[in-house]
């Protein structure tokens, strides 16, 4: 597909940088998305580009808190639509998770290449498309912050991934649990949300849907002892330490 040979040691990372790009041709990712990928591609570079031990814990707080919310929804936008599309969908069909599609700079165009994106994986009822009545989170009357009625308006729990600060600390501020997939452990988001997954989305979500399979059939007190033992602090830490060891070893 790619002219990009397998044996190239940074295969996966020229992979997505491609995927990215044709995003961008294809017309649902804006140009500041490139340069958000390369943001992370940094930070992915400085961890290894590998899941550290603590993000697959905070991977398996996540998906612990995922299985107890009443009304998760999935936040989707071009980035992560580029990257991993058809694992959201099984993510979200393992956790009984909505969809919902939010974009930073939401254009008509955008909205429909990416919902036709879902429709095509066989996932019908995507939220936050302009079929839709849209609210505003707390009243913010700006495109940013559309919000799905039955989504993310009322959504108890929010996964968002390659987010900018100012939403993720809107979604926080109203009340809602918020996870975060952000390979920056810095970012204002990863701060301001209850579970930062420092992590490469494409590593991330499949890695969700594993623990999902095996933690879905455990009960409550069991998922709920998982996420009282996780501070997000603490590990966002522990990732920032991390970082640090990798720059001594070199
Ligand atoms: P903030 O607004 O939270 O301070 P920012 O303005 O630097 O952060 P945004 O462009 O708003 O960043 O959000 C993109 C975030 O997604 C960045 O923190 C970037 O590191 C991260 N990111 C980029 N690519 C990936 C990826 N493939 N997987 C996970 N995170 C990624
Ligand atoms: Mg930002």
């Known amino acids: ?15 997505q940088r491609e995927k990215i790009k ?5 017309g649902y990712l804006a140009d500041s ?7 992370g591609e940094a930070f992915d570079y400085l961890i290894g580009e590998k899941t550290t031990l ?4 905070a991977i398996k707080a996540s998906v612990a808190t995922l299985l107890l919310a009443k009304n998760p929804v999935i936040s989707v936008n071009g980035n992560s639509t580029a990257l991993a599309a058809k694992e959201i969908v ?4 393992e956790t009984n998770s909505k969809i919902e599609i939010n974009l930073f700079y939401r254009t008509e165009e955008r ?5 036709n994106i879902y429709r095509n994986l066989g996932y019908e009822n995507i939220l936050g498309d302009d079929s839709e009545n849209l609210k505003y989170i707390n009243n913010i009357d700006s495109p ?18 390659l987010e900018d600060g100012d939403r993720a600390e809107v979604l926080v501020n109203n009340g809602k649990k918020v996870i975060a997939i952000d390979l920056n452990p810095l970012s204002r988001t990863a701060k301001a949300v209850d579970i ?4 490469n989305i494409v590593r991330a979500i499949p890695l969700m849907i594993k623990y999902a399979k095996q933690l879905k059939s455990k009960d409550k007190s069991y998922l709920k002892k998982i996420v009282n033992d996780f501070s997000n602090a603490e590990n966002l830490k522990e990732s920032l330490d991390l970082i640090e060891i990798a720059k001594i070893e070199e």
């Open 111 to 115: 909205v429909h290449i990416i919902s």
């Open 22 to 26: 044709d995003a961008y041709k294809e």
């Open 196 to 199: 930062t997954i420092v992590d």
């Open 33 to 39: 998305g490139m340069i958000a990928h390369g943001r």
């Open 54 to 57: 603590s993000s697959e814990k």
């Open 1 to 15: 597909l790619y002219m990009i040979p397998k044996s190239h040691p940074r295969y996966e990372s020229l992979i």
């Open 144 to 161: 940013r912050a559309t919000a799905s009625e039955e989504g993310i308006y009322s959504a108890d729990l929010v996964l968002v991934s």
């Open 90 to 93: 099984n993510l979200a069909n």
